[in-house]
T-cell receptor, first 113, second 114 residues
Framework: QKEVEQNSGPLSVPEGAIASLNCTYS??????FFWYRQYSGKSPELIMS????GDKEDGRFTAQLNKASQYVSLLIRDSQPSDSATYLC?????????????FGSGTQLTVLP | DGGITQSPKYLFRKEGQNVTLSCEQN?????MYWYRQDPGQGLRLIYY???????QKGDIAEGYSVSREKKESFPLTVTSAQKNPTAFYLC?????????????FGDGTRLSIL
């Protein structure tokens, strides 16, 4: 059973602060890792993909991957009220010739003005 | 515009009734997926299809059925055997089977019991 665990939250940060979201996974052979943002009542939207150890930056978002520790995180710098959403961590793994995603249960982030 | 279209946005099911949720994509993606999301929870995989005329059960396939007769279309039927169908249903696609590329989602269908 592939498992993905996220810090349960909810997480509240003041506007302008750094929000830190964490995720651990159980499958050592997972190769691809994704962060999705889901606004209330909407579908998930991909915001970051990361495939190799280290940091990947895209605007105010930084994804960090440590495969040895089976840990992936998302940092949001200069948090804005519009960042208030649930953030889903997803881990890709092989199932025969196909690949599947296992999702964490999400961390709800509130950015306070 | 390229994307994934799910319909209807809201659906109500009566006791003993089968209902079908539509998912169409014009991204030329090979792989398509159906997920279920319950309040406060992550996504759980119902079925997935890597190529036309082939599909596989996911973690929670009981009470559901699918077909993949065309590359663009992957409809999901919620049968009367699914006793707790109230949920948010999400269809996704990715470029080809075995790919490490991410999945992209449609806008979802909310299903409720009357």
């Amino acid at each position: 059973q592939k498992e993905v665990e996220q810090n349960s939250g909810p997480l509240s940060v003041p506007e302008g602060a750094i929000a830190s979201l964490n995720c651990t996974y159980s499958d050592r052979v997972s190769q691809s890792f994704f962060w999705y943002r889901q606004y209330s009542g909407k579908s998930p939207e991909l915001i970051m993909s990361i495939y190799s150890n280290g940091d990947k930056e895209d605007g105010r978002f930084t994804a960090q991957l440590n495969k040895a520790s089976q840990y992936v995180s998302l940092l949001i710098r200069d948090s804005q009220p519009s960042d208030s959403a649930t953030y889903l961590c997803a881990v890709s793994w092989a199932s025969g010739s196909a690949r599947q995603l296992t999702f964490g249960s999400g961390t709800q982030l509130t950015v306070l003005p | 515009d390229g994307g994934i279209t799910q319909s209807p946005k809201y659906l109500f099911r009566k006791e003993g009734q089968n209902v079908t949720l539509s998912c169409e994509q014009n991204l030329n993606h090979d792989a398509m997926y159906w997920y279920r999301q319950d309040p406060g929870q992550g996504l759980r995989l119902i079925y997935y299809s890597q190529i036309v005329n082939d599909f596989q059960k996911g973690d929670i396939a009981e009470g559901y059925s699918v077909s993949r007769e065309k590359k663009e279309s992957f409809p999901l039927t919620v049968t009367s055997a699914q006793k707790n169908p109230t949920a948010f249903y999400l269809c996704a696609s990715s470029i080809y089977r075995g790919s490490n590329q991410p999945q992209h989602f449609g806008d979802g269908t909310r299903l409720s019991i009357l």
